[in-house]
């Protein structure tokens, strides 16, 4: 099975999410700079979650240019991830809306937390389905990025239990860490030439 429609679901799926979120965002009431100051919060929790979801999506892209074979396992592998990805404009707005309250701190750190393992069994379904020859299990390698992250969701949600910037200093950090390219990713894309 060819990957062109999984992926074009992806895709458009991650274009909803990113609409739902901006949705969310609050205009001010009044034309000034004081009642936009208001919505901060909202815009910076915005913000943060539209780099996740276009991490997801720049990743997912590299990872099915090296992908030959899909069968149903990766299907719901897939659509595993893009259900944790679909919740981020709910903790998201709860986050804003609570101004960085703990509990949806903590429950923002879980989504991504979840969102991480949810990518990671794509992967393993993608390796099994491919089996030995697989070009994306030679591609990702000791994967440290994501052998690291899980680590660090772990320790924002733990320390939502001593300060909420702390929490969202660790989930800042996974993003500053994916948004450095992953050169290997691509270099190994284009060295195959499997671009679609």
């Not at 274009?15 to 965002?25: C, F, G, K, R, Y």
């Not at 701190?105 to 990518?119: E, H, K, P, R």
């Amino acid at each position: 099975m060819r990957t062109s429609r999984l992926e074009a679901f992806s895709d458009g799926v991650l274009a909803i999410i990113i609409t739902i979120m901006v949705l969310e965002l609050r205009v001010p009431e009044e034309p000034t700079l004081e009642d936009l100051s208001h919505s901060a919060t909202g815009f910076l929790t915005y913000l943060l979650s539209f780099v996740y979801i276009g991490i997801y999506w720049s990743n997912h892209h590299h990872m099915f240019q090296l992908v030959r074979r899909v069968n149903g396992a990766v299907l719901w592998a897939n659509l595993h991830l893009l259900f944790w990805l679909s919740l981020y404009p709910f903790t998201t707005a709860w986050m804003d809306e609570t101004e960085l309250a703990r509990t949806p701190l903590l429950v923002y750190g879980v989504n991504l937390l979840a969102a991480a393992i949810a990518y990671y069994v794509l992967q393993l379904a993608i390796f099994r389905a491919e089996r030995a020859d697989s070009l994306i299990k030679e591609a990702v390698g000791r994967d440290l990025k994501g052998k690291l992250s899980p680590v660090l969701y772990l320790a924002g949600i733990l320390s939502t239990y001593v300060a909420g910037w702390l929490a969202v200093s660790f989930y800042v950090l996974v993003a500053l860490i994916w948004l450095v390219p992953d050169r290997r990713m691509e270099s190994y894309v284009a060295q195959h030439g499997l671009e679609a």
